[in-house]
């Protein structure tokens, strides 16, 4: 049971946030510094953040050229425009913020591996060009002169460039978000896991470490756990599905040629240079509908897949040896539009980023703030 000064003092706050990833964080902040005299509340279940935002590749990305055109093809024109000036303004935003040292980001550019399967997107180049150049003030895909500088295997036929990607390290922007926070007088929980909420009274329901329920009331809610916002709220289930993606790095590589993000497969697989090793990542498409979880672990089928790949075409002359992996949880649906609406006039969500939590968590969370209002 409570004490009394835990009653007193620890219970009842103008916002709590369910979730303490990317959006929720920044939905904290910016709503903390709207309203600087009200108290808010994030509750977490994990240590870190439970889905991806700390289990990410680090791509500072918008869509390669082959995922871009794929969009062109599955959504209305204007609505892949929206989705790709969204995550352009949220990597600007959150650079403009936090300042690039902070967050580690490298203006190291992007890489689309064009094999026989993707040969067709080359076609798109200059359409799409011309689409995103009033976001872009110019060209952003441009084809590579020798796509064998990089050491690839003869399978890839076009590299394209893209010059306005970057790259950062998503836990010291993790960070970062952290110490805006505690500098705004942010509360956060984390290990505190919500079993049940009471939607209409603004309460959460924390399993604690002794077993027992704390009843934590708010005047508002923002609802922030992407991928498992369907153990909370089972209607939104019709409109998300989770997505499971496994990460693995590679022992030290001397004389790593790569620099920059990679692209393959329209971005379901891609890979990087951290530290002089070789990051890979993806390959959700082999084995899509039993990454269809909230579950941690790592899919080996995905694993040998993702090993051949980069035996067969990434570097078919060095061979590369594995120290780790992981797996993070994203969220995704039939839209890549992310979810943001009211439940009731006190409760908001924001969820469903896609695979694009560094680009759209940040103008998520603005977003989420304005919603849930005054």
């Excluded at 003030?137 to 441009?142: P, S």
């Excluded at 379901?268 to 269809?292: A, H, I, K, P, W």
């Amino acid at each position: 049971m409570l004490s009394y000064w835990e009653k007193k003092n620890l219970i009842q706050y103008d916002l709590i946030l369910v979730g303490a990833g990317f959006v929720g964080l920044s939905t904290a902040i910016h709503y903390k510094e709207k309203h600087p005299g009200r108290s808010v509340l994030v509750l977490e279940r994990g240590v870190f953040p439970s889905g991806a935002s700390t289990r990410n590749a680090g791509f500072a990305c918008f869509g390669s050229l082959s995922e871009i055109a794929e969009d062109l093809e599955n959504y209305q024109e204007d609505e892949a425009f929206e989705l790709v000036t969204k995550r352009r303004m949220g990597i600007k935003n959150i650079r403009s913020v936090f300042g690039d040292e902070a967050i580690d980001y490298s203006s190291c550019g992007g890489f689309d591996l064009i094999r026989k399967q993707e040969a067709h997107y080359m076609e798109k180049v200059e359409g799409i060009n011309a689409l995103l150049s009033s976001v872009f003030g110019g060209d952003v895909f441009e084809e590579v002169a020798d796509p064998k500088v990089f050491g690839f295997s003869d399978e890839v036929l076009h590299v394209v460039r893209n010059r306005f990607e970057g790259q950062l390290d998503p836990a010291k922007y993790i960070q970062c978000l952290w110490k805006r926070c505690r500098e705004l007088n942010i509360q956060m929980l984390t290990g505190a896991e919500v079993i049940r909420l009471d939607e209409e009274n603004c309460r959460a329901h924390v399993r604690s470490y002794y077993d027992e329920e704390i009843v934590f009331q708010s005047r508002l809610m923002g609802l922030c756990s992407n991928a498992f916002i369907g153990q909370l709220l089972p209607e939104v289930n019709d409109y998300i599905r989770p997505g499971r993606g496994m990460i693995m790095v590679s022992e030290p590589i001397k004389d790593l040629r790569l620099q920059g993000t990679f692209h393959m497969e329209r971005g379901y697989v891609y890979f990087r240079n951290v530290d002089g090793r070789l990051l890979l990542g993806g390959g959700r498409n082999v084995s899509e509908e039993d990454e269809t979880t909230t579950e941690r672990g790592i899919n080996e089928d995905i694993k040998a897949y993702l090993q051949q790949l980069t035996k067969d075409v990434i570097s078919p002359e060095n061979p590369v040896s594995w120290e780790m992996e992981w797996s993070g949880t994203m969220a995704f649906g039939q839209s890549k539009k992310p979810i943001l609406r009211q439940i009731n006039p006190r409760v908001a969500v924001g969820v469903r980023l896609g695979g694009m939590g560094v680009a759209l968590g940040w103008e998520t969370g603005k977003e989420l703030a304005s919603l849930l209002g005054d």
